[in-house]
């Protein structure tokens, strides 16, 4: 198993912890909830980026961010998207 890094999303880490912690969850999201792919791969782009990312977590906020960057309401804590 590969060590994660502070600069990573969840997804990067290691394919089962992946799977079992968060890929079930996107799984299963309503599709009317969910964001579009496009928008949500730009939301990872800016969390990739934010100095707030650890560990596939907001410092800001808590929240797992692969997880409310899918929510088609989900919003940023600094308003960054």
């Known amino acids: 198993m590969r060590k994660p890094c502070i600069k990573c999303l969840l997804q990067d880490f290691d394919e089962a912890g992946?799977?079992?912690?968060?890929?079930?969850?996107?799984?299963?999201m309503d599709e009317e909830l969910r964001s579009p792919e496009e928008l949500y791969r730009k939301r990872l782009d800016v969390c990739l980026s934010c100095e707030k990312l650890h560990e596939g977590t907001?410092?800001?906020?808590?929240?797992?961010?692969?997880?409310?960057?899918?929510?088609?309401?989900?919003?940023?804590p600094y308003k960054k998207w």
């Open 18 to 28: 992946y799977i079992e912690k968060i890929k079930k969850e996107l799984d299963w």
């Open 58 to 76: 907001c410092l800001a906020c808590g929240c797992y961010v692969e997880l409310r960057a899918a929510i088609r309401k989900g919003k940023c």
